[in-house]
Each structure stands twice: as structure tokens, then as C-alpha cells.
């Protein structure tokens, strides 16, 4: 069986193979994130220092996801998964559809998950974040090198 071309839309089990692996990404990065404000914030009120802790890991999620999706359209895991996150006519994403899409996708969890069940109904197998954003998740043909010249 032959890889689908570039721009296919990502099957389904690719796409939540890469988020399982995203999700080890990102807590990475959040442990690495909470540090400094750890060492700030030692002495604080525990119930402000919460509040502050939780807005601050939002934000910085925010920050990994939107920046990497508007450069390149790929996180690290999309990469090794071959995806990659484009707008629903296939252009790069734009800043303000990316921080949609990061707020869609943040409902979608804090609702249990819905809107990555939704693609089992969706008649595209699209997650309902990326339809109420307008991107879709595409599929990356691996690229072949060419021998290095002798």
C-alpha cells in the first residue's frame, strides 16, 4: 500500500498517535516553564499561587503551540508523525487562526475530550477544534535525500 500525496488529510490513528506523543512534549516543556516561576513565586499564598501557576501553564501551552503551528505547522511530534496543521484551503496558519484553534482545542478538553471523539463522527474524520478554526491536519510524505555527490 502506497503513502497517501502531500496535502491528503491525516488519517485519524496518525493524528492521535502523534498527540499521545505531544502530550510527553509538552510536559516537558511545562516542567521546564514552571521552574522560574516556582523559584518566584516560593513564599506566596497557596491559593494566588495556584491561580497564577494554572494561567501561567495555559499561557505557555498557548505560546508552544501557536508559535510552532505559525512557523512551519509542525510541533516536533507532528513532524516525526508526518503531519502537519494547515487552513482549511491549505495556506500556512495565521496567528489569530492558530490562538482559535489552541482555544477550541482547550473547550474540547475541558469538555472531556468531545471534540477529538467528534472525529469519529465527522464525515472527514476532522477534530470539531479544527473545524470551528478552519484548519485541517495534513499528511507529509517523507522527503527521499539524494546521495551525497562522490
Known sequence: MSAPPAGYPAGLGRRLLSL??????LAAVLLAGMVPLALLTGDWDVTLKRGLIQLSLLALAGLYFVWQWTHGG???AMKTWRIR????EGAALSTGR???RYIWALVSVGLGGTGFAW???DRERQ???DRL???RIIFVPATTASPPPR
Open 133 to 135: 478554526a478552519g484548519t
Open 119 to 121: 472525529a469519529l463522527l
Open 20 to 25: 499521545l506523543y505531544e502530550t510527553l512534549l
Open 98 to 100: 492558530a490562538l482559535r
Open 85 to 88: 496543521l494547515v487552513a482549511r
Open 127 to 129: 477534530f470539531l477544534h
Open 74 to 76: 509542525q510541533t516536533l
